[in-house]
């Protein structure tokens, strides 16, 4: 039988901040219990910061300025806390919070941080699936852990360890190794691929592109952390049959880093349809895009007409609707906002009928009878516009090309078209002064969600150079 009584050594962290932004905030406090050869070690310090500490969070942890006013930074305690990790399995609740802030500090003075990861909160999920939450209060309500100082780091590091010693008696050593393995990478590899070649992928911001035989493209995603997504790919493999087709084919993976999500979301567009690798479902070009147009006909009604993809210039022309990848695809998307809306297919173009004759859905209820008089034009050109309006595509509200600050890089963009990322003033303003880009639908999504949201404050609008 095997000897489940030593496991890897374990190191149980938790920090306290002075916020959640990784590049924004700092850490005030990080306490480590470590297991190793079931003799416990503890390591704490309080850090200065070196920034302000909101009232909630001092409210929340104790922790005050004058605290830690007098307390090492993290760049003096740096070799300390890298001794204390180093070798071990970095175990935390909510591991990808606390992981990232002692990463993230450890990066700011060139110290490159990769530890394994166990996340509790992913652990109490498998071993306790009934269980309806898994926040750290629900854990100490659900398995009686003793609280000595909560919201502290030493603290809540000691809940962790109490909760893995309550998951040792409840599932036994051996299912709780074989969760432990499961949960930070242990699952065979694919045959082709080495360990080495997984701990050189960066868990940081980017595209992966994963080859078959011959190099031949197999499938590219993206991911805010390259690393752990390519595992986990090769993880599901044991229960999903996607990813077990993947992992059986798979003999290469390259990467390319980005300095955010918005720029990975733009270069996983731009690779899948330059490479069109065979097990993505998402292939579309758009080089037959078309989109609706609304124009009055001689008789005053409002008819859309479709615009191929030779005359679409999106972003520049203000009355398109909808955009699709064909015309079958544009023609479904009217016919279902006709029985929506309960608008005529005869007026619409959908359906053909004699001059004085009612279209099919009048017959039976579904039209306002536009088409027979029985409802005036006007009010059916209205119902048009403002059924369509929906799915109206919003032209470029920028006078000139912009950039969208992203980490150290500037993506560049015009008419909703990516122009390239920049990392300095002179790359940047030849970007804005390069040819249009082509229009992408895809990538226009995304921009269209981007720029309305999270990355409205990082505009920098450019004005093009002669």
């Given at each position: 039988?095997?000897?489940?009584?030593?496991?890897?050594?374990?190191a149980?962290?938790?920090?306290?901040?002075?916020?959640?932004?990784?590049?924004?905030?700092?850490?005030?406090?990080?306490?480590?219990?470590t297991?190793?050869?079931?003799?416990?070690?503890?390591?704490?310090?309080?850090?200065?910061?070196?920034t302000?500490?909101?009232?909630?969070?001092?409210r929340?942890?104790?922790?005050?300025?004058?605290?830690v006013?007098g307390?090492?930074?993290?760049?003096?305690?740096?070799?300390?806390?890298?001794?204390?990790?180093?070798?071990?399995?970095?175990?935390?609740?909510?591991?990808?919070?606390?992981?990232?802030?002692?990463?993230?500090?450890?990066?700011?003075?060139?110290?490159?941080?990769?530890?394994?990861?166990?996340?509790?909160?992913?652990?109490?999920?498998?071993?306790?699936?009934?269980?309806?939450?898994?926040?750290?209060?629900?854990?100490?309500?659900?398995?009686?852990?003793?609280?000595?100082?909560?919201?502290?780091?030493?603290?809540?590091?000691?809940?962790l360890?109490?909760?893995?010693?309550?998951?040792?008696?409840?599932?036994?050593?051996?299912?709780?190794?074989?969760a432990?393995n499961?949960?930070?990478?242990?699952?065979?590899?694919?045959?082709?691929?080495?360990?080495?070649?997984?701990?050189?992928?960066?868990?940081?911001?980017?595209?992966?592109?994963?080859?078959?035989?011959?190099?031949?493209?197999?499938?590219?995603?993206?991911?805010?952390?390259?690393?752990?997504?390519?595992?986990?790919?090769?993880q599901?493999?044991l229960?999903?049959?996607?990813?077990?087709?993947?992992s059986?084919?798979?003999?290469?993976?390259?990467?390319?880093?980005?300095?955010?999500?918005?720029?990975?979301?733009?270069?996983?567009?731009?690779?899948?349809?330059?490479?069109?690798?065979?097990m993505?479902?998402?292939?579309?070009?758009s080089?037959?895009?078309?989109?609706?147009?609304?124009?009055?006909?001689?008789?005053?009604?409002?008819?859309?007409?479709?615009?191929?993809?030779?005359?679409l210039?999106?972003?520049?022309?203000?009355?398109?609707?909808?955009?699709?990848?064909?015309?079958?695809?544009?023609?479904?998307?009217?016919?279902?906002?006709?029985?929506?809306?309960?608008?005529?297919?005869?007026?619409?173009?959908?359906?053909?009928?004699?001059?004085?004759?009612?279209?099919?859905?009048?017959?039976?209820?579904?039209?306002?009878?536009?088409?027979?008089?029985?409802?005036?034009?006007?009010?059916?050109?209205?119902?048009?516009?403002?059924?369509?309006?929906?799915?109206?595509?919003q032209?470029?509200?920028?006078?000139?090309?912009?950039?969208?600050?992203?980490?150290?890089?500037?993506?560049?963009?015009?008419?909703?078209?990516?122009?390239?990322?920049?990392?300095?003033?002179?790359e940047?303003?030849?970007?804005?002064?390069?040819?249009?880009?082509?229009?992408?639908?895809?990538?226009?999504?995304?921009?269209?969600?981007?720029?309305?949201?999270?990355?409205?404050?990082?505009?920098?609008?450019?004005?093009?150079?002669?």
């Amino acid at each position: 039988m095997k000897n489940f009584s030593h496991y890897p050594t374990l190191a149980f962290v938790d920090i306290e901040t002075t916020g959640s932004h990784f590049e924004r905030d700092r850490i005030t406090e990080i306490g480590i219990k470590t297991l190793a050869n079931e003799q416990e070690s503890v390591w704490e310090n309080l850090i200065n910061p070196e920034t302000f500490i909101p009232l909630n969070i001092q409210r929340l942890t104790g922790i005050s300025p004058r605290m830690v006013a007098g307390q090492p930074n993290f760049e003096d305690l740096a070799l300390q806390i890298k001794k204390e990790l180093e070798g071990k399995i970095f175990v935390a609740h909510n591991a990808r919070f606390d992981h990232g802030f002692i990463k993230a500090s450890f990066k700011r003075i060139g110290i490159d941080f990769r530890p394994k990861v166990l996340c509790t909160v992913k652990l109490s999920r498998l071993l306790f699936p009934d269980q309806p939450r898994h926040n750290l209060d629900t854990i100490i309500n659900a398995h009686g852990l003793s609280v000595s100082a909560r919201h502290r780091a030493l603290g809540d590091a000691d809940l962790l360890l109490q909760f893995w010693r309550v998951c040792e008696q409840k599932v036994g050593p051996e299912r709780l190794l074989n969760a432990l393995n499961q949960l930070i990478g242990h699952a065979s590899l694919p045959p082709h691929i080495d360990q080495s070649l997984i701990d050189a992928i960066p868990d940081a911001p980017g595209c992966y592109i994963m080859y078959g035989e011959n190099r031949s493209p197999l499938y590219i995603g993206k991911s805010i952390a390259l690393r752990s997504r390519v595992v986990g790919h090769f993880q599901a493999a044991l229960t999903n049959r996607k990813e077990m087709k993947l992992s059986m084919q798979v003999h290469d993976v390259d990467w390319i880093e980005t300095s955010g999500e918005l720029g990975a979301l733009i270069l996983e567009s731009k690779l899948i349809k330059e490479r069109m690798p065979s097990m993505n479902i998402k292939l579309r070009r758009s080089k037959d895009l078309c989109a609706w147009r609304l124009a009055h006909d001689s008789a005053g009604v409002l008819r859309p007409t479709l615009v191929s993809h030779q005359e679409l210039t999106p972003g520049l022309q203000d009355n398109l609707y909808g955009l699709f990848y064909s015309k079958r695809e544009a023609h479904a998307y009217l016919e279902a906002v006709s029985k929506k809306y309960r608008l005529c297919a005869a007026l619409l173009g959908l359906e053909k009928v004699d001059e004085g004759k009612s279209c099919f859905a009048y017959q039976v209820k579904q039209c306002t009878g536009a088409c027979v008089g029985m409802s005036p034009i006007d009010m059916h050109n209205l119902q048009v516009q403002t059924a369509l309006n929906f799915y109206k595509v919003q032209a470029w509200p920028y006078q000139s090309p912009i950039a969208v600050r992203e980490g150290d890089e500037m993506i560049v963009l015009n008419n909703w078209c990516y122009l390239g990322t920049a990392i300095n003033e002179e790359e940047l303003y030849e970007l804005a002064d390069s040819e249009q880009g082509e229009f992408d639908l895809d990538i226009y999504k995304l921009l269209k969600k981007a720029l309305a949201g999270p990355f409205k404050q990082q505009v920098i609008k450019l004005n093009q150079r002669n």
